[in-house]
Antibody, heavy 113, light 107 residues
């Protein structure tokens, strides 16, 4: 059974950093980070191909967030620096290079002083 | 960036009624359009891929249609468990984008 489990969320002050992790039960697929601000819709903020040769960042996070993966550990990461209040959201990892067929349960990141 | 516009934003529906949600793309995306259901406090779930292709395990009352710029998600004979937000998502053009969502409430 495919499983995705995120971790690493929490409360952080503006300007601070967090590192999210996503543990997967597989390793060879394009993976994505999708976030959802409270009461809002979905936003795909980063994608990384299976070999890390293709990486995408949304304009809203480019230069502040870094996506990476360790296929040996079947893990996906999102290093988030210079966090802002508007980064407050539930962060999901999702599998897929076109449609997203599996999603994790999400981890909440709250940026507040 | 391709903008997806969903309508309506909100719909209150009686059980067994038919529900139609539309998603319009700002430019042609062929059939690269997918639909998700998100129930309260849950992660999104894939309902339909490539505009009209069904997903294993998804009830047959959910169907999708359309191509180019206009797409439709139809829920035939709505059930109480279908109360959720529904999102369209395009993967034809980078960056992938989502529609703003449609919330379906059961009367």
């Amino acid at each position: 059974e495919v499983q995705l489990v995120e971790s690493g969320g929490g409360l952080v002050k503006p300007g601070g950093s967090l590192r999210l992790s996503c543990a997967a039960s597989f390793s060879s697929y394009t993976m994505n980070w999708v976030r959802q601000a409270p009461g809002k819709g979905l936003e795909c903020i980063s994608s990384i191909s299976s070999s890390s040769t293709y990486i995408y960042y949304a304009d809203s996070v480019r230069g502040r967030f870094t996506v990476s993966r360790d296929n040996a550990k079947s893990s996906l990461y999102l290093q988030m620096n210079s966090l802002r209040a508007e980064d407050t959201a539930v962060y999901y990892c999702a599998k897929g290079d076109t449609y997203f067929d599996y999603w994790g349960q999400g981890t909440l990141v709250t940026v507040s002083s | 960036e391709i903008v997806l516009t969903q309508s309506p934003d909100f719909q209150s529906v009686t059980p067994k009624e038919k529900v139609t949600i539309t998603c319009r793309a700002s430019q042609s995306i062929g059939s690269g359009l997918h639909w998700y259901q998100q129930k309260p406090d849950q992660s999104p779930k894939l309902l339909i891929k490539y505009a009209s292709q069904s997903i294993s395990g998804v009830p047959s009352r959910f169907s999708g249609s359309g191509s180019g710029t206009d797409f439709t998600l139809t829920i035939n004979s709505l059930e109480a468990e279908d109360a959720a937000a529904y999102y369209c998502h395009q993967s034809s053009s980078s960056p992938a984008t989502f529609g703003g969502g449609t919330k379906v409430e059961i009367k």
